[in-house]
């Protein structure tokens, strides 16, 4: 097929790429080492490349020849490697042993710089030229927190909006937001812009023994919308799991007969909305938007009703016959709430306060909370990306993978929220990794553009490749082959080529 001339720059990916070192294995396909792999596309043509990332944990696993950092699902010990790890902090008397830096969910852009993120307090520079590992940068020693996101926000201004877990101080545990500038004012070049990191609020945990995990946050032109859901961490349990050898994510425990509460932080008092909004137990990965309509905020994700995903990546349960063996028990569904923040304080008890076109309710009870319901988008997808220059404004597209009853998605989709259509796209025995649209420089409309995604084949005999397809007709443009296997990945960015720094820089 043919390229657009337009398409300059490098499709960045990250994810776990070995689950075996030495005699030793990992237990869960998200714990293994992270493995970067980058397509760039350059006058029409694409070149791939693929590297380990070097993290101290890399390092340390690969001299002893065996797993010896812990990861989520495996808990590796003892560890020859704890001295050039930072010492473990105490809680509640008890030790949680440092946390990894195998940073393998995805890439973060910080000014001109790339990151490679996890959910853990560390992140690594990366070249996303060369693929060379840099830097290692540790969020606590500029802010309180123990666990981060992956899936960070950036605003027009190129600040990066994120939030972690501060699980530090004694009984206070609680959700931070910050933020990080883009560069640094002044003629120092030179300084960390996690310096000038600075904290936008921080939303007490309801439990202080329990916090809420969560994998992406949402932003609205106004709003912060975070959704702390029953899905939690047992910090005690965790703070023994080192000594009690088990896993850390034997600690997180979906408890379905709690609430799901909605928190909605205004940008500019730091304050967070006083009404309390909830609705059923769920457990949620990904957010896909969110923005504000007529005093209400509406947004979309895609919710569990259970934990099974996470489940379903144990190594012991992705088998050769995963199609047929491997069932999820609940299906990713797309759900849209809508969320009245300004409303008749005098409306009757029982009464649906949304006031726009919706299915999607939110009722008033005795105590004054608010019981929100969903409206279903559609079932079955999943790893959502949009135009992210409609990102907290009111959108149309979602472009996610299709999964159905295996956690492995076969197809990818384009899914417009306002008429319900879904435009598909698959091949046999391929498996599409998250897709990532990259407007057409010239785009009119939010669909002007491309989609990009890597296909692996479970089919050994054929080759894995690089889909490009037309974002509007979801028509295939061209694919590049590539000779080498390639790895399932989970997220990753467009760098365009102008973001990119020549090597001179």
């Keep these: 097929g043919q390229l657009p001339t337009w398409l300059q720059g490098i499709l960045l990916r990250n994810g776990p790429g070995m689950h075996t070192i030495g005699d030793t294995k990992y237990n869960h396909w998200f714990d293994g080492l992270a493995l970067l792999h980058s397509f760039t596309f350059k006058n029409g043509e694409v070149y791939y490349r693929s590297k380990y990332l070097r993290s101290d944990t890399y390092n340390c696993n690969i001299e002893a020849n065996r ?118 004012p002044g003629k120092k070049k030179k300084k960390s812009c996690f310096k000038h990191l600075e904290v936008v609020c921080s939303i007490s945990s309801s439990s202080l023994l329990h916090p809420s995990y969560y994998h992406s946050f949402g932003i609205t032109e106004n709003y912060i919308v975070f959704i702390e859901q029953p899905f939690k961490l047992d910090i005690v349990k965790m703070a023994t799991a080192y000594i009690r050898g088990v896993n850390w994510a034997s600690c997180l425990a979906y408890h379905k007969e709690d609430k799901t509460w909605f928190h909605f932080v205004d940008k500019k008092t730091k304050k967070e909305v006083s009404t309390k909004f909830y609705t059923d137990a769920m457990v949620l990965f990904h957010h896909v938007n969110a923005y504000e309509e007529d005093g209400h905020i509406i947004f979309d994700i895609i919710a569990h009703t259970d934990n099974s995903l996470y489940e379903m990546f ?139 995604t890597c296909v692996v084949m479970s089919d050994p005999k054929e080759a894995p490749f690089l889909l490009v397809l037309d974002a509007k007709t979801f028509k295939e443009l061209g694919r590049a082959t590539v000779d080498v296997e390639m790895h399932l990945d989970l997220h990753g960015m467009f760098i365009p080529e102008k973001d990119l720094k020549t090597e001179t820089e």
């Design 67 to 184: 797993i010896v950092v812990s990861e989520f699902g495996t808990m590796a010990y003892p560890d020859p490697c704890k001295n050039i790890f930072a010492k473990a902090f105490s809680y509640l008397s008890h030790v949680i042993p440092e946390f990894t830096d195998n940073c393998l969910i995805n890439i973060m852009k910080t000014g001109d710089d790339f990151y490679a993120t996890s959910e853990t307090n560390f992140i690594r520079k990366i070249n996303p030229q060369t693929l060379e590992t840099l830097e290692k940068v540790d969020y606590s020693k500029y802010i309180a927190v123990n666990v981060t996101t992956s899936h960070p926000h950036y605003d027009s201004a190129g600040n990066i909006l994120n939030m972690g877990t501060s699980i530090v101080d004694k009984g206070k545990t609680k959700y931070i937001m910050f933020k990080i500038p883009p560069s640094v």
């Design 314 to 452: 144990y190594l012991k349960n992705l088998s050769e016959d995963l199609e047929e063996n491997n069932k999820l028990t609940s299906i990713p569904t797309c759900k849209r709430f809508v969320v009245p923040l300004q409303y008749d304080k005098d409306a009757e008890v029982g009464s649906n306060l949304v006031t726009l076109p919706s299915t999607a309710t939110a009722v008033k009870e005795k105590d004054g909370s608010i019981y929100c319901q969903p409206e279903v988008l559609c079932e079955g997808i999943e790893l959502p990306r949009i135009n992210y220059d409609y990102n907290g404004k009111k959108y149309k597209y979602v472009f996610a993978t299709e999964v159905q009853w295996s956690p492995v998605p076969t197809k990818i989709v384009k899914f417009n929220v306002q008429t319900k259509e879904m435009l598909h796209w698959g091949e046999d025995h391929g498996w599409p990794s998250e897709p990532i649209f990259v407007p057409s420089p010239d785009a009119r409309e939010e669909d002007d553009g491309i989609v990009l």
